[in-house]
């Protein structure tokens, strides 16, 4: 990832004083973020549970989703909260391992798990989903093990996985590309005929994520474009943890994203992107939305970006505390347990249990991450495209030529 540092960062800043007005700068977290710069209070968020997890009444926002939350049992709440725990803990275990110089960075999801835990169950497993970075939650739910992830940021593995085991995209870096990759993913849904043909098992749709900064790419802008001429049947599932490594949302749009899907020709919905059964449930009326052929959607998370922007980063420079205190009260999984615990889906026991898996799991990768060996080099040529191609067996061989140079030094 090509983070600058904190020092590189500053600099940066200064070089820039004056290039845009007002800049924002380091300083104080001016007033309007720390009650919420677009999204608090906004009666277009739909929302099921507040932050006690006390089940909201139906109004007029949250009424189209109201079934699918009614339809979800215990069974279904247990998944969810097991998930949510389950992602935080490997999340903490990510951030630990790069502390302790396992892993060269990683981007940690905390405050996010409510968005990808419900994006990634509203999945079916036909579905195809084109992470950007940090959406561990969503590997999780497709079945990714963590360990992959861990490899990609320890630098053993090259890319990570294989994209069609669980139809979950590499990882991608470059702010807004996986948009394209999306779009183009979705066409293909299309031209296959795998739309609309009103068997769950065979109709398809795409989930491409990306944060508030990705909505300022043109790769981003270009990929609306292209959905909403050609129908495809993909979900843009925009995560606004509000922050884009040290830009606020106020550097990187006037027109809240779900609002702009408007302007393109598709819908958008604005989503409390901690509560994680608005969020299971706007993601699957989209997903159905796009399988059944009535083209794409635009879903708004507003969440938060609890720690720092990735390992790499000091938010401590540019951000307000009080504005991550506030957050703290907005917790995904205090108001999942909250819910369970007023709808009897969850005894002490069952709560019990998940903290003890956490716990399995989080030793288990932590292990499985020290242990890693490193790669031959000469693999990272393998899987670069699906077929042999000229130019890649000439590096290949230019590579290995250079390698044996060096046992030659050696004798
Ligand atoms: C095309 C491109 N430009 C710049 C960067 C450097 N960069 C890495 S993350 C990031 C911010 C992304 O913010 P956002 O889309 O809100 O996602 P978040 O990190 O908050 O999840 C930037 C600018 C990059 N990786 N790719
Ligand atoms: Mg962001």
């Not at 009614?70 to 790069?98: F, K, M, N, P, W």
């Not at 999801?109 to 970075?133: S, T």
């Not at 599932?237 to 779900?258: L, M, T």
Request: one cysteine or more; glycine letters at 10%.
């Amino acid at each position: 990832m090509s983070d600058n540092d904190v020092a590189g960062h500053a600099e940066a800043k200064a070089d820039m004083a004056g290039a845009f007005e007002p800049s924002p700068g380091a300083g104080p977290t001016p007033p309007s973020r720390i009650t919420g710069h677009f999204a608090d209070d906004n009666p277009e968020m739909v929302q099921f549970v507040d932050a006690e997890g006390t089940r909201l009444a139906t109004n007029e926002t949250n009424a189209p989703y109201a079934q699918i939350v009614e339809d979800l049992d215990s069974a279904d709440a247990r998944t969810i909260y097991r998930d949510l725990v389950l992602v935080r803990r490997i999340d903490a275990e990510g951030h630990a391992l790069q502390r302790q110089g396992e892993l060269g960075l990683w981007p940690s999801l905390l405050g996010q798990e409510a968005a990808q835990v419900g994006a990634g169950r509203a999945l079916r497993p036909q579905d195809y989903a084109f992470p950007g970075y940090r959406e561990h939650g969503v590997a999780w739910c497709r079945g990714v093990p963590p360990e992959n992830l861990l490899g990609l940021f320890r630098g053993v593995n090259h890319g990570g996985w294989d994209s069609n085991e669980n139809n979950f995209h590499l990882y991608t870096i470059v702010i807004g590309n996986q948009m394209l990759h999306g779009v183009g993913y979705a066409m293909g849904i299309k031209a296959d005929g795998d739309m609309g043909t009103g068997d769950p098992d065979r109709d398809a749709a795409v989930m491409a994520f990306t944060g508030d900064g990705g909505t300022a790419q043109g790769d981003f802008n270009e990929a609306l474009v292209f959905a909403a001429v050609t129908q495809a049947p993909v979900v843009f599932f925009v995560q606004n943890n509000q922050w884009a490594i040290s830009e606020g949302n106020e550097r990187q749009f006037i027109i809240p994203p779900y609002q702009r899907a408007r302007g393109f020709g598709f819908p958008g919905v604005l989503v409390d992107g901690n509560d994680p059964l608005a969020t299971y449930a706007v993601a699957k009326s989209a997903l159905d939305a796009a399988r059944a052929g009535q083209g794409p959607t635009l879903i708004e998370a507003y969440t938060y970006r609890m720690g720092a922007h990735t390992t790499s980063d000091d938010p401590t420079k540019y951000r307000n505390e009080a504005e991550v205190e506030i957050w703290k009260h907005k917790d995904p999984i205090a108001r999942m347990r909250g819910f369970m615990e007023e709808k009897g889906h969850g005894d002490a026991e069952f709560f019990a249990a998940v903290d003890a898996e956490a716990d399995e799991i989080a030793a288990r990768v932590r292990k499985a991450c020290q242990e890693m060996p490193d790669p031959d080099p000469v693999t990272m040529f393998d899987d670069v495209y699906v077929d042999e191609h000229p130019a890649v067996a000439a590096n290949r061989e230019q590579f290995l030529a250079y390698q044996a140079g060096f046992e030659e030094e050696a004798v």
